[in-house]
């Protein structure tokens, strides 16, 4: 999997563009000011350069080499500093209720480890911290099935629908959790009519 997104990450050209997730971007509002905010499986960094420019402070991994030297590339092209580290959600550490803010834009996990991760993650997020979640849903195969540029997994067992993402994250009050069809135009890979899952909340 590691080797699969390294060859993703490899070429010049972003994989999902340098434009941050128009959802993520248009909340931002949710998140304090001057908040540290976390980016889990974070890939090219589009996002948490986006909020490093916008006065965030931004820690953000992912397993892929590939992804932290576009990253790294993206932020020096845009003028801000974010703290990147390479390693795997499954051995990512850092201190409980360590951080104001919690994204997840397109990270998917197998079944027999999501859960683990999903409650791992909501430990570092502080009471009160905000939560913002994009992902394909369990639809996305469907809906997506005459469009091969949206890109997405092809393995149902990866896809989510809101109710299992709200039992996963059971210390967070959601304010919004709903699927809806939407046009993608994020990079090469993200292009046309997408399923997604689109949550915001904060700790209790």
Same mark, same amino acid.
Do not use: W
């Given at each position: 999997m590691k080797e699969m997104w390294n060859e993703r990450y490899s070429p010049p050209e972003y994989a999902y563009g340098k434009r941050p997730n128009i959802f993520f971007a248009e909340n931002l509002n949710v998140f304090a /000011?001057?908040?540290?905010?976390?980016?889990? @499986?974070e890939g090219?960094?589009? /996002? @948490?350069?986006?909020?490093? &420019? #916008?006065?965030?402070?931004?820690?953000?991994?992912?397993? &892929?080499? %590939?992804a932290k030297n576009k990253a790294l590339t993206l932020a020096k092209e845009k003028g801000v500093e974010i703290d990147y580290e390479v $390693?795997? *959600?499954?051995?990512? !550490?850092? %201190? =409980?209720? *360590?951080?104001?803010?919690l994204?997840?834009?397109?990270?998917?996990f197998p079944p027999s480890n999501r859960q683990l991760i999903h409650r791992k993650l909501q430990k570092l997020l502080r009471p009160g911290g905000a939560f913002i979640l994009e992902a394909f849903s369990k639809n996305h195969l469907m809906v997506s099935k005459n469009n091969k540029k =949206?890109?997405?997994? +092809?393995n149902i067992e *990866?896809?989510?629908? =809101?109710? $299992? *993402? +709200? %039992?996963?994250?059971? %210390?967070?009050?959601? &304010?919004?959790? +709903?699927?809806?069809?939407?046009?993608?135009?994020?990079?090469?890979?993200?292009?046309? !009519? &997408?399923?997604?899952?689109?949550?915001?909340? !904060? #700790? !209790?």
């Open positions: /000011n001057n908040a540290h905010i976390l980016f889990a @499986a090219e960094g589009r /996002n @948490a350069v986006y909020a490093a &420019s #916008k006065g965030f402070r931004v820690k953000c991994f992912d397993f &892929s080499i %590939e $390693t795997d *959600l499954l051995s990512y !550490k850092a %201190e =409980t209720e *360590l951080f104001d803010g994204v997840l834009i397109y990270a998917h =949206t890109s997405g997994p +092809q *990866l896809l989510y629908n =809101t109710q $299992t *993402l +709200q %039992e996963d994250f059971d %210390e967070i009050r959601f &304010s919004r959790a +709903q699927e809806s069809i939407e046009i993608l135009d994020e990079g090469p890979y993200h292009q046309g !009519k &997408s399923s997604l899952i689109r949550m915001i909340g !904060k #700790k !209790k």
